[in-house]
């Protein structure tokens, strides 16, 4: 019943103030993430041998001999590092990362006016507030080209009193491989280490149910040659926070929950609501229909899986089954350059010489008691052969082969194709080997604006009804403080985009885009404003809005005397315009002296109201002779002339009559 989804909404911890079988569920919720983590074994592993290509982890060799070459060509290394150099820059610009779009009319402006404080406010959050962000994005980054995915995790820290995104990668984040995708899998969970310490301040907290949960369990470690520490204080517990659906209310419904629980002794540490109730759907009964779950985890991902796994490919799949044949490939050739330059072979019985192994130092002769006859027919050398030139030729193309899946090709990475090869030439191989990234980079936009719009949500929910902003744009002084308000962040006014643009150039690129640009104003039909804006964005200079700021040019010859003449015609209509009042005044003046005189040959005048009305007019053609003379001057402009006009007291007389 949606009573009770809203008293355990206002609860900080259902566990520990709802009498629940928590054995069970925390039973439940530990078997669902082991059963996760083997839908996904095969993928695990093949991100292991990944994770040591990457690494270039080196294992010791005893064949074809002890000590024979283990050398690790970095083709994994280097495709990751061209990816991060070219994906971060082009997703995290230097100018405002996040842009605020207006959705529908906007008459007055007033949307305009919250996108802009929107997009000043979020870029301030994400560069400078949330101080976590950027790094990790750049960590993240370097990740997800060999794994293939990464996560981020979007949320509102009590502790902190403002939003975090941590980046997590698919170590730390566990999903069936079954699923769809992430919105929609029945259990997301994040794997949290925390020792005795980090647990105790949350239950200290009243966040956590003070459970025992044992001794922490030492993993064995996954980078071969080191062994498992003895356990102590700093021993980290693998603590799962599981983003899954339970029936608390007992409704037959699954409503989304976050349950907490040591995934060593399956002990519940905590449960709170996994949905926003504003968003619930009941029927008039308070009966649930829907419980949308809320979506802390964004999926950042390179290549989607052919199979429809939720994981998808990196370049550990891809490139990793070429790089270990490059490997075998280049150790080969070493070996065999190893066998040739050492020799050896058989010495026959006719060498009269001593028994025992021959060393020879350098520039050495040994003295035997035999011909060098002899010495010919009883020494045989091993058939040794030289590298093979074969094989030298298959470790290039392999070598090419991966580089065009990784998009390091020579013209990707800076170097010069050749000498005689034109600049033209050279910028369509160069966008021809883009292909690949582009389509990466649209994927990583998307996932970024889906992290911004996580964001937006957290704001329009925890924002202070105004928030004050001191750096915008600079430094700004306590009476220049932007604010920002809560009513700002409105889905049905504003839409969140990222400031990255939707297809990728480099800066190159983008300068001589912006240079054609500038070279189309001599036309007459380009704003010399908007494309000097495109120039300073291509430079990616910073204050693009203060260097626009330019102080007008001073009026032209053709505009002074044009004012001047508006101007001088305003004050003539003015002129003309009283006059027709004076005239106006003067006959109505006229028609109450003869209507007085009328009325006095008649019946008695009523003198004193007549003489009151005439006093009224003629001070009144007093004031517009006063303002006739005012208005003589051609250099008074029309807003000057154009004071607040007194009320029409004659039209009130007139009506009154």
Known sequence: ?????????????????????????????????????????????????????????????????????????????????????????????????????????????????????????????????????EEEMDIGLMIQP?????YKKAYYDNNKVRNVSEMLSPKEFVVNYNAKNIESAFRKTHIIPMNKNDIRKEVLAGNFIDADLGSPVQKDK?????????????????????????????????????????????????IVTGFDIDQVLADKNGAIIDAPQEQYFIKYGFIPNPDGGVLDLGLGKLLGPTNESVNTLINQLIDAG??????????????????????????????????????????VHLPVNQPSNVLFQLLGMLINAGQRISSTLDSQVGENPGQNQKATTSAIVQEAGQKIFNGIYKRCLRSLKKEFKRLFYLNSKYLPAESYLNVLDGKFPPELQRV????????????????????????????????????????????????????????????????????????????IQFEHNAKLDWAKYQLDVIKAQQDDVKIQTE?????????????????????????????RSKQLGERAASIGSPEQGRDESMEESEPDEMGEAESQE
């Open 1 to 133: 019943m949606i009573d009770d989804l809203i008293k355990f909404d206002a609860m900080q911890n259902i566990a520990d103030e709802v009498d629940l079988d928590l054995d069970r569920i925390g039973s439940d919720v530990v078997e669902g993430f082991e059963a996760d983590l083997v839908s996904r074994q095969g993928w695990d592993g093949d991100m292991k041998l990944a994770m040591d290509l990457a690494l270039q982890i080196k294992e010791k060799k005893t064949f074809p001999w002890e000590g024979a070459s283990n050398v690790k060509m970095p083709l994994m290394t280097e495709a990751a590092m061209h990816f991060n150099s070219m994906m971060y820059p082009a997703l995290v610009p230097s100018v405002d990362i996040v842009k605020g779009r207006i959705v529908g009319m906007d008459p007055t402006g007033e949307k305009q006016q919250s996108a802009i404080r929107v997009s000043k406010h979020m870029s301030f959050q994400v560069l400078e507030e949330m101080e976590e962000w």
């Open 146 to 150: 060999i794994l293939g995915n990464m």
């Open 222 to 270: 996954e980078i071969k040659g080191q062994t498992p520490s003895k356990t102590d204080l700093s021993t980290p517990y693998d603590i799962l926070e599981v983003h899954t659906y339970l029936d608390l209310d007992e409704d037959d419904l699954l409503e989304p929950y976050i349950v907490t629980v040591d995934r060593s002794s399956r002990k519940v540490l905590r």
């Open 338 to 379: 190893t066998r040739s330059n050492m020799g050896g072979g058989f010495i026959g019985r006719g060498m009269r010489i001593k028994g025992g192994v021959l060393k020879f130092s350098m520039g050495e002769y040994k003295q035997v008691d035999s011909s060098g006859m002899d010495l010919s027919r009883n020494i």
């Open 484 to 559: 920002i308000k809560r009513i700002d962040y409105d889905m049905k006014s504003v839409n969140i985009i990222p400031a990255a643009d939707s297809s990728y150039q480099s800066q190159s690129q983008k300068m001589t885009k912006a240079q054609l640009l500038m070279q189309k104003i001599g036309t007459g039909m380009v704003n010399p404003k908007v494309a000097m804006r495109a120039v300073l964005e291509a430079e990616e200079q910073p204050n693009i809005d203060q260097i626009m700021n330019v102080p007008p040019a001073p009026p032209s010859m053709e505009t």
């Open 591 to 619: 028609a109450i002296l003869n209507l007085a005189k009328a009325e006095g040959e008649e019946r008695g005048s009523n003198l004193n109201e007549y003489k009151a009305q005439l006093e009224f007019l003629l001070a």
